[in-house]
C-alpha cells in the first residue's frame, strides 16, 4: 500500500467512525435506530466539512488515528508520528 492510499484508508476509516458515533448519540435522543437515512443525510450535510476538518488535523497524521481521530484535533498531548504502514 503506497502513502497516498494509506492516507485516505486513514480518512475513510475515521469518517465511518464519526458517522457510527454521531448515529448512535441520535438513536440515543430518539431511543430508536436512526437507520440509513441517517447515514445519507449525514454524508449529505457533513462530508464537505469532515474532510475540511480532517485535512487541518493532526489526527492525519498520528498513529493513534483509530483511537480518536474522529475527534480532528488540532492540538494533542498525546500526538506520535504515523510513520505509516506503507510497503
Known amino acids: ?12 476509516e475515521s469518517e ?3 458517522i457510527n458515533e454521531d448515529k448512535f448519540y ?6 430508536a435506530d436512526p437507520g440509513e437515512p441517517f447515514v445519507q443525510e449525514w454524508v ?11 485535512e ?7 498513529i493513534h488515528w483509530k483511537i480518536c481521530g474522529h475527534k480532528v484535533l488540532k492540538n494533542c498531548y498525546e500526538f506520535k508520528k504515523d510513520e505509516g504502514e506503507v510497503e
Open 56 to 62: 487541518t488535523s493532526v489526527c492525519q497524521y498520528c
Open 26 to 31: 441520535e438513536g440515543e435522543r430518539i431511543s
Open 44 to 54: 449529505k450535510r457533513n462530508s464537505l466539512n469532515w474532510r475540511n476538518e480532517w
Open 1 to 12: 500500500m503506497d502513502k497516498k492510499t494509506y492516507s485516505f484508508k486513514k480518512f475513510i
Open 16 to 18: 465511518i467512525h464519526k
